[in-house]
């Protein structure tokens, strides 16, 4: 099901990229145009869930169901231009990687990718703005099915209205794929949410604005004397 929600999100893509240029536009303008409508898919269907308190992994799996059934018979009227496309992309890498600076640099590129990932993969995210907002929000969008306002101390008080654009493709990593190598840790969906640094940290902000009174509260109570 995490493969059909996958295809269905590059056919979209490349249906809606494809609408919006004409059959003359340059291979570049091709892909960029669909690199960008599938982080605007993700956006349309992440918002509409979360608005519905509905950012679960059976609403979001009928959705990339309904979607595919929808532009299945599109895809199918027009699978000989989705062929060229393509070839076009495959020949366009071939002739970049037979010249060997390019194929180089592409190496040295994929090597820092997977050494990254592999990175990702084995050890838990360290990073400051991944363990303040850019996982947490994640965590907590798939936790609640929703985007709760954290109300809590210091950063986290402003950090839950950054905008949500650059951090929802990491949700759905973590709601389809039931885990969180993609951003966090990879045993996070194995063990209990309180082992992700992330989910702590959004836990221990919690427990902090709880216990710590309001200022209107410390001048309504009288203080107290404890004796033994």
């Keep these: 099901m995490t493969l059909l929600a996958a295809l269905a999100l590059a056919l979209a893509a490349w249906a809606l990229g494809r609408a919006l240029l004409a059959d003359e536009a340059p291979l570049r303008a091709r ?3 669909t690199l960008t409508a599938g982080l605007f898919v993700q956006a349309v269907a992440f918002n509409l869930l979360t ?3 509905l950012f679960r992994r059976p609403a979001a799996l009928a959705l990339a169901a309904a979607l595919a059934a929808v532009l299945a ?18 020949a366009a890498l071939g002739a ?8 180089a640099m592409a190496l040295s590129a994929a090597a820092v990718v997977a050494f990254r990932v ?25 936790q609640h099915g929703y985007d709760p306002v954290e109300r809590a101390p210091d950063q986290v008080g402003y950090l839950t209205f950054f905008p949500r654009g650059g951090d929802v493709p990491w949700a759905w990593s973590m709601l389809l794929t039931r885990s969180s190598a993609g951003g966090c840790e990879s045993a996070a969906w194995r063990c209990p949410s ?13 427990s902090m ?7 209107s509260a410390q001048e309504s109570s009288p203080p107290r004397c404890e004796t033994p």
């Design 118 to 142: 592999l990175r990702a993969t084995v050890s838990p995210a360290l990073a400051w703005d991944s363990l303040t907002y850019h996982l947490v929000r994640p965590v907590l969008w798939v």
């Design 194 to 206: 309180s082992t992700c640094p992330a989910t702590r940290r959004a836990a221990k902000t919690r």
């Design 73 to 90: 018979p599109r895809v199918i009227a027009r699978r000989a231009e989705l062929a060229r496309d393509l070839r076009a992309s495959s």
């Design 51 to 53: 608005s519905l308190h």
């Design 209 to 215: 604005a709880a216990a710590w009174p309001s200022p």
């Design 31 to 33: 892909l960029a145009a």
């Design 96 to 103: 970049l990687l037979r010249d060997p600076l390019t194929a």
